[in-house]
């Protein structure tokens, strides 16, 4: 039996009790459920192009799925949301990649269940799971694009990806939110609008009808990739769960209200504008429109030339941005004049020996990140929306000698889930960072701080285990954790409890007992520490007397921080340097503030 590392760190807990019990579950290790044939069934890679084969059916074969930059000429505001939003981001997402290959290393079975969210274009087209992203077509790359909703009308209400995309090509019909008046008008006056209905026409390629289809406008439309399950009993995304039994529920409020809505996070209804524009000339003008960047907390850690979708980046093969140096600005002005000057010497791959093309890419990436600035600022309005701070709330005296005793009250303003969302074990990360500034201006006490790697000091920091740092006793992290049995009957907290045994091939065994009966797998469990809608909690507080030994004024300075990833889990699964420090440049400060108080003699 191997010992796995994390850092430099054996990880003895990945082994505790591993010939005892045979549980495998990870942040998305998932296999199909028992009698799910569609989820246990593999897609098929392409077959090679036998001999005089039409060299074009490969291209015929993608133009059943047309890209998002074909929907781009009649819909570009819905284009320019959507290319930097999370679902856009589905299948460029480095950690997802390093993600679902370690665990598929670590248990075979899964096969293509976390792609077929991911990709779910590129499933339906049958690619390999494990293709590189260079290799795959440009619609599979783009993750959940347009066609993703836009091509279904089945009403699967069913979880683990359970979703049908409709081939055809782009003249073939779309299903939305509204009938097809307005793809009607167009297609009567195709001069008018300069439109091609047919692939012998002349002019922009168009669908030539669409059909409402009602469910993609209910938050069931939503189920089948944010509601995920494991055949052993834990649920590893319970977003649905979640809103189900929530206000927003009870309030007619969808999930659509809040994550495409004019405001972040909120149910203020939407904006309006044109259901598409064809030159000068707009379709339906006054139309709902529902914003698809999709406002959530995730974020982008790709490197800016891949992500977001840019057309203009397409010149270039994926292979080739990942050695395009974005960091030490290739191609800008200063940079180019430094290198034509010889202050700066550099040996430039053979993509990226021309000048004029480092400064087009570098437009590409400037264009790019300021896309993920707008994302930013959306990120941390959903956050903030959904959240508040109050306090502090003294508890004890404020004299100096003695202990300071004081709380805070952290309420989940959002109603339509739990703060943080979802789950995933290791993901994502909320906690509390609380600062006492003393009267001569230095930090004299902190809960809630960061190891040398980014994280927080629990009992995963790799600095903890070290005995660099000490561990954060008062802590208030609202990270949910994976709880696991271990030989001696107790549990401790894992983020990627495996099970290692004599097989070469871990698998998911099912529980000896119902798991309604013990509300749990045995072995196994998640401890949910986010806050129900609408719910708070309470973060207390203790300074120790000897820091409160000076009279004087006092200052506490709280804020609220969020990251999608721990940087010990980031390096379990074998993420690059450049992607921890992307990971750490994205983490959020929520509601920061802080108070004044005077400690008296």
């Not at 956050?383 to 004299?399: A, Q």
């Amino acid at each position: 039996m191997n010992a796995l590392t994390l850092g430099r760190t054996p990880v003895r807990a990945l082994l505790d009790s591993a010939l005892h019990y045979g549980l495998a579950l990870a942040a998305c290790l998932i296999v199909a459920l028992p009698g799910d044939a569609d989820a246990q069934r593999k897609p098929r890679a392409a077959a090679p192009a036998a001999a005089g084969a039409d060299p074009h059916s490969k291209v015929m074969e993608e133009d059943k799925y047309p890209s998002a930059s074909k929907c781009k000429a009649c819909h570009a505001q819905i284009y320019d949301e959507w290319r930097s939003s999370n679902h856009a981001y589905a299948g460029i997402s480095p950690m997802f990649h390093k993600f679902e290959q370690k665990i598929t290393e670590l248990a075979p079975t899964i096969g293509s269940f976390c792609v077929r969210c991911h990709m779910s274009v590129g499933t339906a087209q049958g690619e390999d799971r494990a293709l590189p992203l260079w290799k795959r077509s440009q619609v599979s790359r783009e993750g959940v694009t347009c066609i993703s909703c836009h091509r279904v009308n089945e009403e699967y209400s069913k979880v683990n990806g359970e979703r049908r995309i409709e081939p055809g090509s782009i003249h073939d019909p779309v299903y939305g939110p509204f009938e097809g008046d307005g793809v009607e008008e167009v297609t009567k006056n195709p001069g008018k609008y300069r439109v091609a209905t047919n692939e012998s026409g002349r002019g922009t390629k168009i669908h030539n009808s669409a059909i409402k289809f009602e469910q993609i406008s209910t938050s069931e439309f939503c189920v089948s990739c944010h509601q995920v399950a494991v055949n052993v009993g834990i649920k590893l995304e319970v977003v649905w769960d979640q809103y189900r039994s929530s206000p927003a529920r009870e309030q007619g409020i969808t999930c659509q209200d809040c994550h495409m809505g004019k405001t972040p996070g909120k149910p203020d209804g939407y904006a309006t504008g044109p259901v598409a524009k064809l030159g000068n000339l707009t379709v339906n003008t006054q139309r709902k429109h529902s914003n698809h960047a999709f406002y959530g907390p995730g974020y982008p850690i790709a490197h800016p030339g891949v992500f977001p979708h840019n057309e203009n980046a397409e010149k270039w093969g994926m292979e080739d941005w990942l050695k395009f140096d974005y960091r030490a600005k290739w191609g800008s002005e200063e940079f180019e004049d430094a290198v034509k000057s010889g202050k700066l010497k550099v040996n430039f791959p053979p993509a990226w020996s021309d000048s004029a093309d480092r400064a087009s890419a570098w437009e590409v990436v400037q264009d790019n990140l300021a896309a993920i600035e707008k994302k930013k600022a959306q990120r941390k309005q959903v956050m903030e929306n959904g959240s508040r701070i109050d306090g502090p709330f003294f508890v004890s005296d404020l004299k100096a000698g003695e202990p300071l005793r004081f709380s805070y009250k952290i309420t989940n303003t959002d109603p339509g889930h739990n703060l943080p969302s979802g789950s995933l074990g290791a993901q994502p990360e909320i906690w509390l960072n609380v600062a006492l500034i003393g009267p001569d201006g230095k930090r004299v006490w902190e809960s809630g701080y960061l190891d040398s790697n980014g994280d927080m000091a629990d009992l995963h920091s790799l600095d903890v285990r070290a005995g660099k740092v000490p561990h954060d006793d008062q802590l208030f992290n609202l990270q949910t954790k994976f709880l696991t049995t271990n030989v001696k009957g107790t549990e401790r907290e894992m983020y990627l409890p495996v099970n290692f045994d004599g097989d070469q091939l871990p698998f998911l065994r099912p529980p000896a007992q119902p798991v309604s009966v013990m509300n749990h797998p045995p072995f196994v469990r998640m401890e949910q520490r986010s806050i129900p809608p609408l719910g708070s909690k309470v973060a207390q507080y203790k300074v120790p007397a000897e820091l409160v030994a000076a009279p004087g004024k006092y200052r506490l300075a709280v804020r609220m921080r969020s990251r999608a990833e721990p940087i010990y889990f980031m390096r379990f699964v074998g993420a690059t340097g450049d992607m921890e420090r992307s990971m750490n440049e994205w983490m959020l400060d929520i509601h920061p503030y802080s108070v004044e108080f005077e400690v008296k003699k």
